[in-house]
């Protein structure tokens, strides 16, 4: 079943928080996960791979360049 | 036809380790290529790393940490009949390191070879050494993981240049009544060899989110699966010792592994990753520090190019 998009911002919320410490509340679908949210390549690998986890879609990491923000993995996630 | 007499079991007598004196900070580096202190701490632990000088070859760093083994174990060269050597940074393939190693240290026409699984390459060894042992094949085997990594790293790619170091770690394995080394749960995954290899046939190169991905959700299960084998539950640890390849990995894998009170080997931050020497390097300094009691059980997780793995327990002399 298709997951909405404020159940999966709300899901990455949590995820970023654990990952990052980035409080949840910042994770919003503009913000870019370099310059917004200073989260590096190796960690995009840990949410990508907690995403999954949770969500039941796979990122894989040729994908990963391509997802420059929140709205892209939400938008990935829902395709 | 006769068979050769089998041990009971085998067991490490002793370790030894071997690190060039040439420090290299992280400042150091900055010097070189467009990186900085911070941003090497964040995303791979290290924070100093020993480069071997010209003087300093696979060879030399083998025999010097193979000589602290045999001399801490209280063996005499002439007792031991197998030197294994795990590498994959002698530069010569011909000679091999194993018998040139043997002759510096005074042992006498052992079996002498090299064995090259990559950041692997010492839980194969040490596998391999445990086998000879339990079947009868030798008596006492010394066991070198030496890398020369160095010579093998592009020192203007800020991506490599701040992992890779130089070193070497040993262990002298015999026989014994009581089990010292578990039994090995090893493999490969050659349809990825391509995600480390030699770019230009002369530079380490990784692809280092897929490498990342692979150690973090695929290797766990490994090392669990050598605690099962060996009738060790995770809490009975008192030390993981995987590959000290990146410290985000070797925290990730030990996250995963169910055992929280396990000191966890964090040798990369002065070491650097020096492939097969980084497991033996780590628990010899680890000995040294007084962390790791006689008797004390260790998980041991190598991983690397190939893409290979291995994992094993080990007692502590």
Redesign the interface.
Known sequence: MAHSEEEILAGLGEIIDEIAGVPAADVTPEKSFVDDLDI???S???I??AAQDKFGVEIP?DQ?KDLKTVRDVINYIQK | MNLSAPAPGARVVAFGEYQPGNVVSNDDLTARVDTSDEWIRSRVGVEERRIAGADETVVSMAVAAGGKALAAGGLSPDEIDLVIVATCTQTDQIPHAASSVASHLGINAPGAFDLNAACAGFCYALAVASDAVRIGSAQNVLVVGSEKLSEWVDWDDRSTCVIFADGAGAAVVTAADEPGIGPVVWGSSGERADKIHLRENRYLFQEGQTVFRWTTTELYPVALEALERAGVAATELTAFVPHQANLRIVEAIARRLGAPQALVARDIVTAGNTSSASIPLAISRMSERGELPSGSTVLTLGFGAGLTYAAQVLRIP
């Open positions: 590096d390549s190796l995009m690998v840990e990508a791979v990491d990963l």
